[in-house]
T-cell receptor, first 116, second 113 residues
Framework: NAGVMQNPRHLVRRRGQEARLRCSPV?????VYWYRQLPEEGLKFMVY????????ESGMPKERFSAEFPKEGPSILRIQQVVRGDSAAYFC??????????????FGEGSRLTVL | AQSVTQLGSHVSVSEGALVLLRCNYS??????LFWYVQYPNQGLQLLLK??????LVKGINGFEAEFKKSETSFHLTKPSAHMSDAAEYFC???????????FGAGTRLAVHP
């Protein structure tokens, strides 16, 4: 089975442009999480989604950032009007439905955003 | 609220020496605890996890960790370091029934010949 797939792996944007990061969870997983890792820092929680629902967005910046996990297709993290401070690695993780839940998250390899 | 503190952002050991990476947690409810490893430019890989069963947990690559409730600790150890262990290690906490992991700041392990 394929693991969590993220694309693009690397993305370069100029200030003011939009960045879209995609995440396909492990097959059968219904929960998706986005984390951000700034250079030389740990992972910071951004948002937790289930299909068509945002469960917890307490880590999302109030402006410019949005996330979705539609009924069909991958989860998308969207950053509008990017600034240099958005340069980071963005990791997606997934987990199975609660009945199979062991607390473990399965991580993708990340999307590395560079804002020029 | 839950939190994790990893003592020492950088640890350096000689090949063959004991590896000890420290993690202390704070949780108002029984926690689930995890150690993940990250190699350069890669994602996170689960090393081991504690989910209220045995307090001594064995993971991959010879690593193990012991849950000590009285000390609120979950330190990661390996008896003999290998060059391939050089990576960044993250301790994380969550609670039963909720998968939002809270990560520590990470410890970068260097292994010298």
């Amino acid at each position: 089975n394929a693991g969590v797939m993220q694309n693009p792996r690397h993305l370069v944007r100029r200030r003011g442009q939009e960045a879209r990061l995609r995440c396909s969870p492990v097959k059968g997983h219904s929960h998706v999480y986005w984390y951000r890792q700034l250079p030389e820092e740990g992972l910071k929680f951004m948002v937790y989604l289930q299909k068509e629902n945002i469960i917890d967005e307490s880590g999302m910046p109030k402006e410019r950032f949005s996330a979705e996990f539609p009924k069909e297709g991958p989860s998308i993290l969207r950053i509008q009007q990017v600034v240099r401070g958005d340069s980071a690695a963005y990791f997606c993780a997934s987990s199975p439905p609660w009945t199979e839940n062991t607390g473990e998250l399965f991580f993708g390899e990340g999307s590395r955003l560079t804002v020029l | 609220a839950q939190s994790v503190t990893q003592l020492g952002s950088h640890v350096s050991v000689s090949e063959g020496a004991l590896v000890l990476l420290r993690c202390n947690y704070s949780s108002s409810v029984p926690p689930y605890l995890f150690w993940y490893v990250q190699y350069p430019n890669q994602g996170l890989q689960l090393l081991l996890k504690y989910t209220s069963a045995a307090t001594l947990v064995k993971g991959i690559n010879g690593f193990e960790a012991e849950f000590k409730k009285s000390e609120t600790s979950f330190h990661l150890t390996k008896p003999s370091a290998h060059m391939s262990d050089a990576a960044e290690y993250f301790c994380a906490v969550t609670r039963t029934g909720y998968n939002k992991l809270i990560f520590g700041a990470g410890t970068r392990l260097a292994v010298h010949p």
